[in-house]
Nanobody, 124 residues
Framework: QVQLVESGGGLVQAGGSLRLSCAASGRTFSRYTMGWFRQAPGKEREFVATITKSDWTTSYTDSVKGRFTISRDNANNTVYLRMNSLKPEDTAVYYC?????????????????WGQGTQVTVSS
């Protein structure tokens, strides 16, 4: 199995940027489709972005399209989430997830492994 550790969260003003990182260890990173999810207080965990393992196809939830970019570096076993033009409604704990299947999925149950999360707070 794979272990995932997120980093890069923090407090930022609206309009600012952050880059989240998720470092993987254990099994070969390139074997996994990777995703980012987030959970705000009192809300369900929601899909943010995903990138496949074969051809690095990406998919985003509508609210972050044009602002967030998911990417992966298989040589360094890391997936990134670049977040620009941040809004207060982006405030949440952000989770990295990995799936064995090569498929663009927005469903949390599709993913087999999860990190512990990193807090992102956007002030207005």
């Amino acid at each position: 199995q794979v272990q995932l550790v997120e980093s890069g969260g923090g407090l930022v003003q609206a309009g600012g940027s952050l880059r989240l990182s998720c470092a993987a260890s254990g099994r070969t990173f390139s074997r996994y489709t990777m995703g980012w999810f987030r959970q705000a207080p009192g809300k369900e965990r929601e899909f943010v972005a995903t990138i496949t393992k074969s051809d690095w196809t990406t998919s985003y939830t509508d609210s972050v399209k044009g602002r967030f970019t998911i990417s992966r570096d298989n040589a360094n076993n890391t997936v990134y989430l670049r977040m620009n033009s941040l809004k207060p409604e982006d405030t949440a704990v952000y989770y990295c997830a990995a799936a064995d299947e090569d498929f663009l999925s927005r469903v949390a149950s599709f993913y087999d492994y999860w990190g512990q999360g990193t807090q992102v707070t956007v002030s207005s």
